[in-house]
């Protein structure tokens, strides 16, 4: 699938209730990642711990004909930086001791598979991605 905004923000939606109990807040902004090495991002505004998050955005790569297995290991696993990082008890890591228990309790409550470093084989490139890209040398054209 062709990822755009509205795919994105209804996946979130689906997401949020299905994983986190609709507890996470709408972000600030969802957008496209114009990066073939970067799958998702999950950002916000240096905050201190246990305060409200400012401009949270969440941001998945548009390079990509994403399958919804992907997307969703995906986009969860930004979605679940989102909550660590309301929680009062911030890593100075990213994917730190406490996002790797975290993604590994979700993948064996949900059967998901939730990887710092997610295994792409297979996918291809979207159609979207620009023609000059790296990515057409590393992945294969969407068919």
Known sequence: MEITIDIIEEKFEEYNKLYFGG??????EFYLIRSFRCFGRF?????????RLRNVRIGISMYYDWTEEYLRDVLV????????ERSKNVEKKMHGPRFLKAAAEMNEKYGLNIQVHPNLRGLKVSAAAPKRSLARFFWAPAS
């Open 77 to 84: 696993h930004e979605m679940l930086h989102y909550k660590l």
């Open 43 to 51: 950002s916000c505004n240096q905050h201190s711990p246990g305060s």
């Open 23 to 28: 507890r996470l807040l709408w972000p600030y």
